[in-house]
C-alpha cells in the first residue's frame, strides 16, 4: 500500500480517484470522495464549479502512518492557500502546526512542496487553489501591492495564524458536509468568507512592498523558531538566545522573520497568546484567571489591557457574546 498521494497542478476529479486508489476501498457521493484503508480514511470534497478560477478542497483525514502529500504547481498562475487543524504537518523542510490549531500557509507554483503528515493525527482544513485573477477580484483595493508580490520569480511559502474567526469558519465548512440542505451555496460563500480573513490578515501583518526573496535554509530555520515559539506561549524567548541558537545575527532574524510571519519573534508570540486567549474565552468555560495562567500573561489585568488593544473589547465581552 503506497504511503504518499502526488498530485499535479491541483486535482481534477479523475486523478483524485486514482489517488484515493491507492489509500484502499474508495466511495464517491456526489462531490464527496472518501477512501479507507490501513494507512488511514480520507473524506475530501471537492468544490470546483468556477473550474481553474478557484477550485477548493474540503478535508478530514485520520492516518495510522507517516503519510507524505506531494503537490506539484507548474502553471504560472496559480496559488495555493492552505488551512490545517489539529496536527502536525511538514512544508517540505518546514513544519507547521504543534496541536491544536496548525495555521495557514500560501505558496505560488513553480515549485513542488512535500507535505509529511505524522502517523496518529487527524488533520482537517480547506485547500484553496485561486488563479490570479480570482486574487484580483477579491483585492481590489490592494492589487497594486499584492500584484507585485505575487509575481516574484522565485519560489515563496509564507505563514498567517489561524484566528478564532478563520478556525470557526472551516469548522462551520466541515459540519457543512455532513448533507447539509443547501451545502453548496452555504460552503463556497464560507469559502469566500474564509479567503477573505486570511488576507485581511496578511495585508495588515506585512509591507507587500518589501517581499523578497528567502533562501530555503533561511526559510528552513525561521519555521524551526516559530515552532519553537508556539511549544511553549507562556515562556518568552529574546532575540539574542534566537540569534545564538540559530546561527543567525540579529538585524537579519528581526527581518526574514517579519517577511514570513508578519511580525518581529516577540510580537508573534504576543499575538499567539491573544489568539489563543480569544480561543479559550470563546470556545471553553476556562476562568479568565485560568486562561492568563495558561496563556503566559502575568495576571488577568495584563491580559485584559492587551486584549482590549488587540480586539477592541474586554474578555468577558466575547464570553458573554459566545
Known amino acids: 500500500m503506497e504511503k504518499s498521494l502526488r498530485f499535479i497542478n491541483g486535482a481534477q476529479a479523475e486523478e483524485l480517484v486514482e489517488n484515493l486508489k491507492k489509500v484502499g476501498k474508495h466511495t ?161 460563500g464560507k469559502i469566500f468568507e474564509l479567503v477573505t480573513l486570511f488576507f485581511l490578515q496578511f495585508f495588515s501583518n506585512r509591507s507587500l512592498k518589501a517581499f523578497a526573496y528567502i533562501s530555503p535554509r533561511d526559510k528552513e530555520i525561521l519555521f524551526e523558531i516559530k515552532d519553537r515559539l508556539l511549544f511553549d506561549l507562556t515562556k518568552s524567548l529574546s532575540l539574542q538566545e534566537l540569534s545564538r541558537d540559530y546561527g543567525i545575527n540579529i538585524a537579519k532574524l528581526r527581518n526574514l522573520f517579519f517577511q514570513v510571519f508578519g511580525s518581529t519573534p516577540l510580537q508573534f508570540v504576543m499575538k499567539e497568546r491573544l489568539f489563543e486567549a480569544k480561543r479559550q474565552i470563546i470556545m471553553t468555560n476556562k476562568s479568565i484567571t485560568e486562561i492568563a495562567d495558561i496563556t503566559g500573561f502575568t495576571d488577568t489585568s495584563h491580559l485584559g489591557k492587551l486584549y482590549r488593544r488587540e480586539f477592541g473589547v474586554a474578555p468577558l465581552v466575547h464570553r458573554k457574546r459566545k
Not at 117 to 127: A, E, F, K, S, W
Not at 151 to 169: A, F, G, H, V
Open 28 to 188: 464517491i457521493t456526489n462531490n464527496h470522495y472518501r477512501a479507507e484503508g490501513e494507512i488511514g480514511s480520507f473524506d475530501i470534497w471537492l468544490y470546483d464549479e468556477l473550474e481553474t478560477l478557484l477550485q477548493v478542497f474540503v478535508f478530514d483525514i485520520s492516518l495510522n502512518e507517516l503519510f507524505e502529500f506531494e503537490d506539484i504547481q507548474t502553471n504560472e498562475d496559480i496559488y495555493t492557500i492552505r488551512f490545517a487543524l489539529g496536527a502536525k504537518v511538514d512544508y517540505s523542510d518546514t513544519q507547521v502546526g504543534h496541536g491544536s490549531p496548525v495555521g495557514a500557509v500560501i505558496y505560488n507554483s513553480g515549485q513542488t512542496i512535500k507535505n509529511y503528515i505524522q502517523p496518529n493525527q487527524r488533520l482537517r482544513g480547506v485547500t484553496c487553489r485561486v488563479e490570479k485573477a480570482f486574487l484580483k477580484r477579491m483585492s481590489k483595493e490592494n492589487w497594486k501591492n499584492i500584484e507585485g508580490f505575487l509575481s516574484l520569480n522565485k519560489p515563496w511559502i509564507y505563514y498567517e495564524s489561524i484566528t478564532p474567526e478563520m478556525e470557526q469558519c472551516i469548522l462551520d465548512m466541515l459540519q457543512l458536509q455532513q448533507n447539509v440542505n443547501g451545502r453548496y451555496g452555504f460552503t463556497t
